[in-house]
């Protein structure tokens, strides 16, 4: 509770936590604001934003509610961003335990993998898989997942080679505790914190790939995504500029709140750590 | 100089397994992908009967296990022959050639503007830790980083191209044009403009913050107070002393951001359609072309060793203490 506190006084923590909470907001009351599909048609095509007291951020090309689709499209984004972040970080904290407790030739094999997965660009892994294995929200989570690991992966590992010479995993070993268990119970514990203060980052790329992947027209098509509407409203581009422009600034607002709150989070530990 | 060539050949050592993983993953999911090279072929030749297909499969070469064939592919990789591209009825290698150089420029253009503005503009916030100039472009770096930068490419084209009609809409050059030498590197020049910079700004707030977190950490340093001591002029102690030795982290990160960079251009590459590497992995995807598509991997994955590759070089140049202290061997 001191930590969210902390987390308060910063002027970062404060305004990512208001974006955040509004945009967790939004997400949860979609279904309810908005009931129904929001992909079905709701008035006439193209409507301009703020004229139309029913439909308040117009309508896109095919007469979509924009606010419907905007809010809904929330949920992706945020759904997508954590799973896969979430993902990313079990895999590539347990991949850099095991790399840096076990050493020698897994070590060696672990981080040749690794390195392999770094060397091959982000965005194109994932919309290679996505592509080879079919668009769909679960490909999609898989996807960014397998290309996000890796930078946790590395972070675990350095943390482990520091933690594995402490004191208290000499005692463990001493008392006799099973390795695995060393690893999980003492390690991995202590290692897991400067891993999490790269949470932030893993969940705004997360959420940046969906948007480009779903853009490019690989997201799952029977949800409403950020990416896709920007696609959609490309077609207009001319006629309808702010049918790209509303689900982008959705997009750069929601990053940006995730990006503050790391920051808050980061600063709220160092003055955790720096008070009595 | 030799301590730079055998950073060099360590360097390509490491980089044969972490190839090889590569090739065998990229060779992973051509197996997992629906179909094989003959399903493409009759589908894009209108079918056959049983037997032919039975006889393509052999003369193909698919007949045979996974083992046989990921040995073949990685003995035809070795030969420089990345497979035939169904959809574009050509060699792989033939048609990446093409498109690279256009991906290159794209990304070498991108990662210039990014590196050099962005450190410029880190030494001015770098310059006095705390100041509003400093928080305001720290602030204002971080929302630039939030920004999508296919999104941020439309929003340029809305408008400089449409509204202002200042800049071309897409392309590389204007098709069919004549031009020849400056006039043509001028209508090139032209046509990146728009996508150098939705690509490069993304980078150029990292490069910023990277910068100015190096700045501030060698302030606190004794040399810089001593400098101060000797009554250097305070711009010459920004610029010969604490912007210089904040320069090495940016660097290293010039070698790590190459991949992302690769991978921004593919989604950029189809806003301003342009024919690079990126536009093309698109046209894969959407031609279903799994062959053409882990080429382009396999062959941006060598990209990325190699851009890291000169950035160890760069840095080993810059940093004496590089490389100094490993075996002779």
């Known amino acids: 509770m001191t930590m969210f506190r902390h987390f308060l006084r910063t002027p970062e923590g404060r305004a990512g936590g208001l974006i955040l909470a509004l945009i967790a907001l939004a997400a949860l009351a979609a279904p309810v604001l908005f009931p129904g599909d929001p992909l079905a048609i709701a008035a006439q095509p193209m409507l301009h934003p703020f004229q139309n007291a029913a439909v308040p951020l117009g309508t896109d090309r095919l007469g979509r509610d924009v606010l419907a689709e905007l809010a809904h499209g929330t949920r992706t984004s945020l759904l997508v961003g954590l799973a896969a972040a979430g993902a990313a970080v079990l895999v590539g904290a347990a991949v850099g335990t095991a790399a840096g407790f076990a050493g020698g030739i897994v070590d060696e094999a672990l981080m040749r993998l690794t390195e392999a997965f770094q060397t091959v660009p982000a965005f194109l892994l994932a919309l290679a898989f996505v592509s080879v294995i079919g668009p769909s929200l679960a490909t999609v989570i898989v996807a960014i997942a397998l290309s996000a690991w890796t930078q946790p992966a590395r972070i675990a590992r350095a943390e482990v080679l520091s933690i594995r010479e402490r004191d208290y995993v000499a005692a463990a070993r001493a008392i006799g505790m099973h390795p695995a268990e060393i690893a999980l119970r003492e390690v991995l514990p202590n290692a897991l914190p400067p891993v999490l203060t790269l949470a932030s980052v893993i969940v705004a790329n997360a959420i940046l790939i969906e948007a480009a992947l779903s853009f490019l027209g690989l997201g799952d098509p029977n949800r409403v995504t950020w990416g896709g509407m920007i696609a959609e409203g490309r077609v207009v581009l001319r006629a309808a500029p702010w049918l790209s422009v509303i689900p982008g600034i959705a997009l750069v607002l929601t990053v940006l709140g995730v990006y503050l709150a790391g920051e808050g989070a980061v600063e709220a530990m160092a003055r955790r750590r720096g008070a009595p | ?329």
């Open chain 2, 1 to 329: 100089m030799t301590r730079a060539l055998r950073l060099v050949r360590r360097r390509l050592l490491t980089a044969i397994p972490v190839l090889l993983i590569v090739i065998v993953g990229a060779f992973g999911l051509l197996e997992l992908s629906p179909g094989d090279a003959v399903d493409a072929y009759l589908a894009s030749s209108g079918g056959g009967d049983a037997q032919m297909i039975a006889e393509l499969r052999q003369a193909w070469g698919l007949d045979q296990s996974a083992t046989a064939r990921l040995l073949a592919y990685l003995a035809a990789l070795a030969h420089g022959d990345l497979g035939w591209s169904v959809s574009l009825d050509r060699p792989i290698r033939d048609v990446v050639m093409e498109r690279l150089p256009n991906t290159l420029l794209l990304m070498g253009a991108a990662t210039a503007l990014s590196f050099g503005l962005g450190s410029a503009l880190g030494i001015v916030a770098g310059a006095r830790p705390g100041s509003f100039r400093d928080r305001f472009l720290s602030i204002g770096s971080l929302a630039l980083y939030a920004v999508p930068g296919f999104w941020l490419g439309l929003v340029l084209v809305i408008v400089l191209s449409i509204s202002l009609r200042w800049l071309p809409l897409a392309g590389i050059e204007t098709i069919a044009s004549g031009k020849h030498g400056l006039a043509r590197a001028l209508d090139v020049a032209q046509h990146l403009a728009l996508p150098v910079a939705s690509l490069g700004m993304i980078y150029l707030a990292l490069y910023l913050r990277l910068m100015r977190a190096g700045m501030a950490e060698v302030w606190r340093q004794d040399f810089i107070r001593a400098a101060a001591a000797r009554g250097l002029p305070r711009r010459r102690i920004v610029l010969a002393h604490v912007a210089r030795n904040a320069l090495l982290p940016p660097i290293t990160m010039l070698g790590l951001q190459s991949a992302s960079m690769l991978g921004g251009s593919v989604v950029i590459e189809s806003v301003f359609a342009i024919p690079g590497l990126g536009r093309l992995a698109s046209e894969a995807v959407a031609a279903r072309d799994t062959p053409l598509l882990l080429g382009i991997v396999l062959v941006s994955a060598v990209v990325v060793i190699l851009a890291n590759l000169l950035v160890d070089i760069a840095y080993a140049l810059l940093d004496p203490r590089v490389g100094s202290n490993e075996p002779a061997s």
